[in-house]
């Protein structure tokens, strides 16, 4: 909505303009953020990583790592997976999760405890690319669709991301209106050129994490639309279990992925 | 004493006490065209009181035996002094010639003023066209709803927006006619334009408050605009060439005297300059007004009006967007004596939003459809009292939305959002009473009920609860429905009924100046589900029901008013309270959402503040200064003492809250050939949420905002100008033309429409970004009349 807005302002207009402007900002303090990701393919290889950083001020040049944490997981049948510290605010540990096991994970920052509970969400895999040249807004672009099959019948959320050099989409689904259909991930991004490489990853994800990462998108511009809400900080699934008030932000997430790497044509 | 019994025996008809009386009635019309007039006024100087003509051009009043003059005057018309024999019932049709300048002008604007200070209608504005017509606005457009926000109490959301905010109410809350018939959307292109052709137009009436019983459903205001009937002496065209829209209007008799038609239409081609700059998009808008109107007899008068509008928008060829409002009614104003005038109206009234994704292959329909039918009936009992009583019904259907796959391998599947349906009723009585010299009041009551008809698949929760605080995250959640119920149509899911008292008073200080109060109560059923600050055409109307309360204003108002030889003062003062405003919790999800119970959570609001229009109405010099000092907040608590609510229960500003709006607008005539015009408008800034911080979560930026609408953006202030040219004024020929030229926002400002938060990719660094819309515009149009 935002590029049909702006479509608008601009015929007979040729007037109207976006420009940065200097703006004095309140600064909170600082909270935890925790990207806690449990992935999984379907070949068995895992991947288990915990990010842990705080908020900055806004106009800061990027935001603080945490090293000083402990970061468990621990399975419901009682298996501990400890974290350790790699580099960047990363924690990482050796998990392959399965189905049907609830994970909890823990954090210990500052004396205070985080807690999250999640199970696998399974996913379709990615099953082929078709890649168009006159696409996009303005029939110019090329533009690529990640193509996968939904299962009828059940609930699905999805989490979609389109990585490469020139710019990554990110982009969450659910099968509310496609549902058991043959569906896509959709890619655009400026200046796509033949011999790029993109990678396509889609996650299974439960509904929470899809109404989390959909609120996110919106706020980072990522998303927007017609359908853009109130700005409010937006909660995850984690909980401060010693000092409710000081909440953390993030989410933990065991999802199943499927990765697929195109090369431009 | 006469009078006091007068007023306890107004129901029905009663004998007369010693005079005898008799009943001066008729109809006012322009001499040039045969257009009925509305709000002329009808003086009897000797008795020192009078009427005005109703919104079909009839007066009556009733008056004891005896010989009088009569002054019929408005304003922009040759005021016309009649003498009149009242020994019988007499009935006087008129013809007013327009004038531009009178000799006894300043004498009949006193009189006018003086039947305005009387009067107990209070927080109204009446806008002629022509005064409408002299306004500078942007793209050289003509703007009826522009032109309002000019007045006090009057703002709008900002630039782009749809809709207007009336005494710190939302835009949903007022309820706008043409020609009796409720439109959804007042703009073309996000607010650029208006949806009202301004030749079409020949009156309009803005109520703040004060609102008289014969109005409902809405709680903030109405925007009560009729169109003229057309011309039923000759034919003429009238319209406009502009830079970006061109308008055309004809009219005529079908047969002299007797009938007539109006058929107008607007259109915007500005898109067609687009493949110049490589770009193949589409944005455009259209609207027609067409009118048939035919005199039956004396006592009968049959009007065929409708409306039809849309906005189109195409990006390249992967997405194709188009709404708008259409009307079609049919009334019959029809004398059952010459004290009882009544008209019927049939109406049905449209409004479609559509969408289709090409890209996605599918299309999205939604709308809302009304059928009214609404009798009113004005009793013209005596020469003190007025009645007016009448009912109206009308029928809803809602389409939240209705998904279909366009192409037979699209990934999308057919989806239906359950349909809705309602039955509003309102029946009412009003009364207009002078008690004396000094005091005149208006009393009313309105009764009206709300029927939630039967739809397919009601959800059902448990313990009625479609919300749920979930504490441990602090977050609010939607519950899942434990059943789903289906109702028959003629089945009634939730009802509701509410009597609205409305008053007012005034009391005349002095001849030239008077005070008034007023209360009124107002009930609103249906209320527009928007999430954005400003409404989009996307949003939708959800009816009351077991999950919504309707919303109940009240809203008292204290005013002083004031004529001076050529000026006038008012002054009011106003609070308003509201009961059962929704909001939505933090990080609603409003698509597509056939639950929107889901997501709201019920609140109240309140808005007061101090208005104040100064006004030089006649002369070569005219205009007028508005000050507006008001506030409007809302509050959501949380249902229980541990929810949080929004904002965590606290007090916070309404989206479109201003603490100041300045507007100043004045024209001035330097010749014939030549006028000018100037608006200044200075408004502190909108409310808005900053962020407080930021984070990184999956490698995007995302800013952490603070309290809801705690911060504001940098005021707002405009100048435009504009210049009218007529080039042969005093031609004898048929075809008249005038050009006019202007500038909006003459000194450039950048006023900031939104603030955007975000990462700069290219440095790595986040910035706030101003969108600003409209710099400075010059325009040119020419306009004509044959």
Sequence with gaps: MKKLFLLVIFFGIFSSCEDVIDVALNDAPPRLVVEANLNVWENGTSQASVRLT?????????????????????????????????????????????????????IIYKDETYTATETLYTVSPLEFVEQRNDGGFTGEDIELKAFFTDPAGERNFYFFEGISERGDVLDVYNDEFFDGNTIFGYYLVEDLAPADEVQFNIYGVSEAYYNFMFILLQQTGGGGGPFETQPATVRGNIINETNPDNYPLGYFRVSEVSTLNYTVQ | ???????????????????EKFTLSGTISEAETGETLIGVNVIIPSLQTGTVTNQYGYYSITLPKGEYEIVYSSIGFAAQKVKVSLSENVKKDLALTTDTESLDEVIIEANNERLNIRSSQMSANTLSTTTIKKIPVVLGEVDVIKAITLLPGVTSAGEGASGFNIRGGAADQNLILLDEATLYNSSHLFGFFSVFNPDAIKDLTLYKGGIPARYGGRISSVLDIYQKDG?????????????????????????????????????????????????????????????????????????????????????????????????????????????????????????????????????????????????????????????????????YKFNPGDVTPTTEDSGINPFKLTDKYAWENAAYVDAEIELSDKISVQAGLRLSTFNRLGQDELFLYENDNPIIYNPSLDIYQKAKPIDTVSFGRSETIKSFANLEPRFAISYLLNEDSSIKASYNRMTQYIHLISNTTSPTPFDIYAPSGKYIEPQLADQVALGYFRNFENYSLEVETFYKKVKNRLDYVDDADLIANDAVEQILLNGEARAYGLEMLFRKNTGKFQGWIA?????????????????????????????????????????????????????????????????????????????????????????????????????KPDSNKRWKGEWVFSIYNAYNRKNAASISFRENTDINQNEAVRLSIFGIIPSVTYNFKF
């Design chain 2, 1 to 19: 004493m006469k009078k006091i019994l007068t007023f306890l025996v107004f129901f029905g008809s009663f004998t007369a006490f010693s005079q």
């Design chain 2, 231 to 395: 011309n039923k002496r000759e034919y003429h065209a009238s319209g406009g060439i502009g830079l970006v829209a061109s308008r055309l209007l004809l009219e005529g008799p079908i047969k002299r005297d007797e009938a007539s038609f109006l058929i107008g239409g607007r259109s915007s081609y500005a898109h067609l300059f687009l493949p110049l700059f490589d770009n193949d998009n589409i944005a455009y808008f259209y609207d027609l007004n067409a009118k048939l109107s035919y005199n039956l007899n004396d006592n009968n008068r049959l009007y065929l009006s409708g409306y039809f509008g849309r906005d189109v928008f195409e990006i390249s060829d992967s997405f194709a967007n188009s709404f708008g409002n259409t009307t079609l009614n049919l009334r019959w104003n029809h004398l059952f004596s010459d004290k009882l005038f009544s008209n019927l109206s049939l109406i049905y009234s449209d409004y479609y939003y559509g969408l289709e994704l090409k890209f996605v292959e599918f299309n999205f329909d939604s709308g809302i459809r009304n059928f009214n039918l609404k009798y009113d009936f004005s009793h013209y009992i005596s020469n003190d009292v007025d009645l007016r009583y009448g009912i109206n019904s009308i029928y």
């Design chain 2, 627 to 727: 000050y507006t000092l008001s506030k409007s907040e809302q509050r959501t608590p949380g249902r229980t003492p541990v929810e949080s609510g929004i904002n965590n229960g606290e007090w916070y500003n309404s989206p479109w809250d201003k603490t100041h709006d300045i507007s100043i607008t004045g024209q001035y005539e330097l010749t014939n050939k030549w006028s000018f015009g100037a608006n200044f408008i200075f408004q502190t800034g909108i409310p808005t949420t900053y962020p407080e911080g930021q984070y990184e979560y999956n490698g995007v930026i995302v800013p952490v905002y603070g309290a809801r609408n705690s911060s504001r953006l940098s005021s707002y202030n405009r100048l435009d100008l504009s210049a009218t040219w007529t080039p």
């Design chain 1, 54 to 106: 705080t908020t900055a001020p806004f106009f800061n040049n990027g935001v603080p790592f945490i090293t000083d944490a402990t970061v468990t997981v621990t399975d419901e049948n009682g298996t501990v997976y400890p974290f350790t510290y790699f580099e960047n605010g990363f924690y990482t540990a050796n998990l392959v999760p399965q189905l049907n096991i609830e994970y909890t994970l823990s």
